[in-house]
């Protein structure tokens, strides 16, 4: 389970519809396959799901911005997802994966949309990079971004997370950042991840960042948030402010990296229930005290 799934529980995702089963990061085994499709997957095989189903045919699908498609569905969202026994799908929503463990599977997801957040930075080696929140989403972010060069500090009030952070590669950890001296005079950070979702980082994201620098809001914020940002600041700093929704081109990347095995994922697992237990998992997903929340049929 992740944060989206609160926000749609919560009334907070205007796209989700009601009387839909939940669960749009899973994985699961093949158990049939239509007679009429046409796939490479095999009976017994592990794969992963891309919940994002987009229509080809709306403007954004034919100008390769098939996450903005129209009339997208997405499972879990729209239509029933993997809180289930048993769930369909379209063929070209499954990734067949190897050499990981279903738990780890349903990790594909989120990272397919850290690895289009990291896109959209335009991380380089040797980049100074802040991660501020180390959920999953962040430590994410930081394994991908330290893994390919990059000095990430990562800010986090939370001391179990904070350790985290440092097995997930960060250089420093840190509950509070400080820059050191005047971002124009170059202190502060090449690129600056928000992953917490919260207009109050959203806002001190841009602090952060040094002069040239460019800020990606990662976290999901409710639609009524509203940041205050200074134009000025942006314009005296240069600085570039994106955000990301959801995984384009993303999933397949996320696999492989998932299958390479070079960052041990299973830690982001905190928590394992059966699906008999949902209440339970429940319980411990909403008071936020570990990581990813896993529910097995």
Same mark, same amino acid.
């Given at each position: 389970m992740i944060g989206t799934d609160l926000h749609i529980c919560k009334g907070e995702t205007p796209h989700a519809r009601n009387n839909v089963t939940i669960g749009h990061e899973f994985s699961g085994y093949v158990e049939a396959i239509h007679a009429e499709t046409t796939t490479t997957a095999k009976i017994g095989d592990l794969v992963a799901i891309d919940p994002n189903?987009?229509?080809?045919?709306? +403007? *954004?699908?034919r100008t390769l911005?098939?996450?903005?498609c129209l009339n997208l569905w997405c499972i879990g969202v729209t239509c029933d997802g993997g809180m289930a026994k048993y769930v369909a799908v379209p063929a070209s929503a499954i990734y067949v994966t190897a050499g990981i463990s279903p738990e780890v599977a349903s990790l594909a997801e989120p990272l397919s949309c850290v690895v289009h957040a990291?896109?959209?930075?335009?991380?380089?080696?040797?980049?100074?990079?802040?991660?501020?929140?180390?959920?999953?989403?962040?430590?994410?972010? +930081? #394994?991908?971004?330290?893994? %390919?060069?990059?000095?990430?500090?990562?800010? @986090?009030?939370?001391? &179990?997370?904070?350790?985290?952070? +440092?097995? *997930?590669? #960060?250089?420093v950890v840190t509950e509070r950042v400080d820059i050191g001296g005047d971002p124009i005079q170059g202190y502060g950070f090449d690129v600056v991840f928000e992953c917490v979702g919260l207009a109050a980082t959203m806002? @001190?994201?841009? @602090?952060? #960042?040094?002069? %040239? %620098?460019?800020?990606?809001?990662?976290?999901?914020?409710?639609? &009524?948030?509203?940041?205050?940002?200074?134009?000025? &600041?942006?314009?005296?700093? @240069?600085? &570039?402010?994106?955000?990301?929704?959801?995984?384009?081109?993303?999933?397949e990347r996320a696999v492989r990296i998932l299958c390479d095995n070079k960052v041990n994922w299973a830690n982001l697992i905190s928590h394992t229930f059966a699906l008999t237990e949902f209440a339970a998992a429940w319980a411990v997903f909403v008071k936020n005290s570990g990581l990813k929340v896993c529910i097995k049929p």
């Open positions: 189903v987009p229509c080809n045919k709306c +403007t *954004f699908c911005k098939y996450h903005l990291v896109d959209t930075g335009s991380v380089k080696s040797g980049d100074r990079v802040l991660v501020i929140g180390a959920g999953p989403i962040g430590l994410m972010v +930081t #394994a991908l971004c330290a893994s %390919g060069g990059a000095h990430v500090t990562v800010a @986090e009030l939370n001391a &179990t997370r904070r350790t985290a952070a +440092t097995e *997930f590669g #960060a250089s806002s @001190e994201a841009l @602090e952060y #960042a040094r002069a %040239g %620098g460019t800020i990606v809001w990662v976290g999901v914020a409710t639609p &009524t948030a509203l940041v205050s940002v200074s134009p000025f &600041t942006v314009y005296r700093r @240069e600085l &570039t402010i994106k955000s990301t929704y959801t995984n384009p081109f993303g999933m």
